[in-house]
Every structure is written in structure tokens, then in C-alpha cells.
């Protein structure tokens, strides 16, 4: 099993930026990719970002290529999404999530089902 943790989220003018962070235990951190999602009010969850299992591969969204960006650093157990020039519709909660079949499939995924030890989720606010 893997336990992840969201933080970082809150509040912020539409152009700013946030850090949101993914920390994990459990199941060897380094053995899986790890994803981001998010669900605004009413709306299904939707694929942000993901990332390989050792960095080397990321893949984004449309809505947010450019402006996101996602890393990790293994010895810290910890993936992080960095937000720039956010906007109102980048509003939602915030989850990470696990991908442990990507290393053998050789691909990062974007369906919700294909992820899970979901973390309980950050709040981000953009205002305009």
C-alpha cells in the first residue's frame, strides 16, 4: 500500500503561483508514477500531470502545458507540482495519486482508474 499527502494549496490572484506538494510512504516511493489530478465543483476528475517513476518523463494536460510544471525528488519521497500564471478555472482540489503499473507498461496514463492510493486532496482558489 502507499499513503500520499497533498499540501501547499490556497488561495491566490489569478497570474500568481503555488507549490503544491505529494508526499509518500509506504510502498517504495521511487517504484511508481505519480500523478495529479483535479476536480472543481460539479465536474468530473481530471488529469493534470504525471510523472515517471525516475523523472525522466512527464506529461501534461492541454489546459495546463506551459504553465505547470511537475518534478520529484526520491530521496525526499515527495513529487511536486508548481502552478504558474494560474487562472479562476484552474480552481479545484487538488489529489495525487499512484500509477504502480507504468514502470512495466513503459507509459504514463491519464484515466483516473489506472492511479490509486488517492491522497485525501488540497483546496486551490484563484481568484479574478
Known amino acids: 500500500q502507499v499513503q500520499l499527502v497533498e499540501s501547499g494549496g490556497g488561495l491566490v490572484q489569478a497570474g500568481g503561483s503555488l507549490r503544491l506538494s505529494c508526499a509518500g510512504s509506504?510502498?517504495?516511493?521511487?517504484?511508481?508514477?505519480t500523478g495529479w489530478f483535479r476536480q472543481a465543483p460539479g465536474k468530473e476528475r481530471e488529469f493534470v500531470a504525471a510523472?515517471?517513476?525516475?523523472?525522466?518523463?512527464?506529461l501534461y494536460a492541454d489546459s495546463v502545458k506551459g504553465r505547470f510544471s511537475i518534478s520529484r525528488d526520491n530521496a525526499k519521497n515527495t513529487v511536486y507540482l508548481q502552478m504558474n500564471s494560474l487562472k479562476p478555472e484552474d480552481t479545484a482540489v487538488y489529489y495525487c495519486?499512484?500509477?504502480?503499473?507504468?514502470?512495466?507498461?513503459?507509459?504514463?496514463?491519464?484515466?483516473?482508474?489506472?492511479?490509486?492510493?488517492w491522497g485525501q486532496g488540497i483546496q486551490v482558489t484563484v481568484s479574478s
Open positions: 510523472i515517471s517513476w525516475g523523472g525522466g518523463s512527464t
Open positions: 495519486a499512484a500509477d504502480f503499473d507504468a514502470v512495466g507498461l513503459g507509459i504514463l496514463r491519464t484515466r483516473t482508474t489506472a492511479y490509486e492510493g
Open positions: 509506504g510502498r517504495t516511493f521511487s517504484r511508481y508514477a
